[in-house]
């Protein structure tokens, strides 16, 4: 089954249900597994993004649903909830970011890593400070308390933001962390234009999981408020434009 319908079956399931059945979930089994490893598989994922941008709805319904695999297919995933590593990382100008990159090979970053700075520190600006959100929540797990951002091949996602375990054991919120992609050479908005829209928008999902409570089937209603960030923080981009037709047809 190709990514596009699976995610659409995915998405539609997560939305109304939060039962996944044994296809189901070994769908998003084999759809998180690519998404961790894209150069590895028989091909990259389809470079399809007329529907799909962020892996934030796969990715977590991952972790959520991890006593429902198998215990082979637990033993997969445990290995692949590990942080992916990097050759390289620098601290944004505000202090509030770690970015973690490669300076070189399949994974190296591709575009301007100063304008990325910028980028995260302008979204976290405009959300945190001017919109008063709270910041998202970081759990120490990529050297301090900095939020971390990875930037690595994510096929043909533009990003996603992903739990790494409850803030409160008696509350649904999570730190998180942000994974973007190197290049942005497949997507509408290509180099760090691609760039600074993820960032917008992947900051708002970690704003949205590490402080309000967090489930499955508020995955729609997320997606498309990171997306409107989209607009809110780069009016000037207009990423989501060029996928508007596909969701009105």
């Known amino acids: 089954m190709k990514l596009i319908t699976s995610f659409i079956l995915i998405l539609y399931i997560s939305a109304y249900s939060q039962e996944f059945t044994k296809p189901e979930l070994d769908s998003l089994f084999n759809l998180y597994n690519r998404i961790k ?36 297919q637990q033993q997969v995933l445990l290995k692949l909830f590990q942080r992916p590593d990097a050759q ?36 976290y600006n405009f959300e945190v400070h001017t919109l008063g959100y709270p910041s998202p929540k970081d759990n120490g797990s990529g050297g301090d308390d900095k939020y971390d951002i990875y930037v690595r091949g994510v096929g043909s996602l533009y990003g996603y933001t992903e739990l790494e375990g409850r803030i409160s054991s008696s509350e649904n919120r999570y730190y998180s962390f942000m994974v973007i992609d190197n290049e942005f050479s497949h997507t509408a908005s290509r180099g760090i234009d691609g760039a600074r829209v993820t960032v917008a928008h992947e900051l708002h999902h970690g704003i949205q999981i590490g402080n309000y409570t967090f489930s499955d089937p508020d995955t729609y209603f997320h997606e498309l408020s990171s997306t409107a960030m989209e607009e809110f923080v780069y009016d000037n981009i207009n990423d989501y434009y060029y996928y508007m037709d596909d969701f009105f047809n």
Do not use: M
Request: charged share 20%; net charge negative.
């Open 37 to 72: 490893n894209p150069v590895t598989q028989d091909a990259r994922i389809a470079p399809d993004t007329s529907v799909i941008k962020c892996g934030f709805s796969i990715v977590n319904s991952v972790r959520l649903n991890f006593d429902n695999f198998t215990p082979e």
């Open 88 to 123: 390289a990382e620098v601290i944004s100008p505000s202090g509030y970011f770690r970015v973690h990159y490669d300076t070189s090979g399949i994974n190296q970053i591709r575009y301007n890593l100063q304008q990325l700075l910028e980028a995260l520190d302008s979204s």
